[in-house]
Each structure stands twice: as C-alpha cells, then as structure tokens.
C-alpha cells in the first residue's frame, strides 16, 4: 500500500494550498486517513484527521478555522484545504491512513500508513 501526497509548494503568508493523497495498492477501505506534518527542529504534529464512511472529522485545535480535510471516501483519498498560511505553518506535511479504529486518532502510531510528505513552504 502507497499513499502519495501533492499539492505542496511555496507561497506566502496569507495564501491557500490543497493538498491531496491518492492510494494505491491497497484491497481494503481504510478506517480513516489524515496528515500530519514535521517543522524543522520540531517534533511530529498532528493536523488533521477524516473517517472513511460515516463521517467525522479532527482537526487539531491550532489549525481549526483556517484548515480543513475532505475526502474520506472508498477511494482512500484526502484532501486538507489550508488558508490563511502562516510562516509557521512551513512544514513537511505527510498523508496518513488506518485500517483499523473505533474513533478518529490525533496519535501518529495509531496510523498504518505513511505518505513520503509533500514540502509546504510559506514566506513573509
């Protein structure tokens, strides 16, 4: 199973980006994807997270109003909106999915699988 993250890029403060993840390879419908993203000297941070069937969306608490995913379908696909960049929203953001789970996770071990990370820049 292969998650592929795009839509990444460099803009500035203030703009928006889509990113989108795709599956491949995979026979199953995942429980829930989702994205996380790592900063520069800074730990992993949960962003966002989205049920595959029967709704339900997190999105963590920082980045609520600004960001928000979509998707969460059979197709195992996923997309985050995010507006109003920031310069701290710079990051690697990575596409995440679970097969299994009874709730939606904000903890990345509890996520299968892992997207290489698509580069999201944001200048001043």
């Known amino acids: 199973v292969q998650l592929q993250a795009s839509g990444g890029g460099m803009v500035q403060a203030g703009a928006s980006l889509r990113l989108s993840c795709t599956t491949s390879?995979?026979?199953?419908?995942?429980?829930?994807m989702g994205w996380f993203r790592e900063a520069p000297g800074k730990e992993r941070e949960f962003v966002a997270s989205i049920r595959s069937t029967g709704g339900g969306a997190n999105i963590a608490e920082s980045m609520k109003g600004r960001f928000s995913i979509s998707g969460g379908n059979a197709r195992n696909m996923v997309h985050l909106q995010m507006n109003s960049l920031q310069v701290e929203d710079t990051a690697v953001y990575y596409c995440v999915g679970s097969r299994y789970g009874d709730r939606l996770y904000s903890a990345a071990n509890n996520y299968d699988y892992w997207g290489h990370g698509t580069q999201v820049t944001v200048s001043s």
């Open positions: 390879g995979a026979t199953f419908v995942m429980y829930s």
